[in-house]
């Protein structure tokens, strides 16, 4: 069964930083888009960060210039690495594996961020 497991939430003051990994298991993850979404209280799921199998990489407008994504193949892995982190960022961040060819996604249990003010 596909698997995947997010870790590196927590607490953190504004102005901080951490960084968020993903690991995959029983998944040939190299053939997989990658992704970030997250769910703050009361709305709806949000793409946050994406990149391609071939790391093409991409941001939603809120965390542009702020938030990397990157991926280890060879680790079965995605990271976040999320730099001046605003209260607005506190949310549930769930990791995406997506293959558009196949039609397969999947869905981790999610970490939470939670950002004080």
């Known amino acids: 069964q596909v698997e995947l497991v997010e870790s590196g939430g927590g607490l953190v003051q504004a102005g901080g930083s951490l960084r968020l990994s993903c690991i995959g298991a029983?998944?040939?993850?190299?053939?997989?888009?990658m992704a970030w979404y997250r769910q703050a209280p009361g709305k709806q799921r949000e793409l946050v960060a994406s990149i391609s199998g071939g790391g093409s990489a991409d941001y939603s407008d809120s965390v542009k210039g702020r938030f990397t994504i990157s991926r280890d193949n060879a680790k079965n892995s995605v990271y976040l690495q999320m730099n001046s982190l605003e209260p607005e960022d506190t949310g549930v961040y769930y990791c995406?594996?997506?293959?558009?060819?196949?039609?397969?996604?999947?869905w981790g249990e999610g970490t939470l961020v939670t950002v004080s003010s």
């Open positions: 029983r998944l040939p993850f190299y053939i997989y888009d």
């Open positions: 995406n594996a997506d293959s558009e060819r196949y039609g397969l996604t999947y």
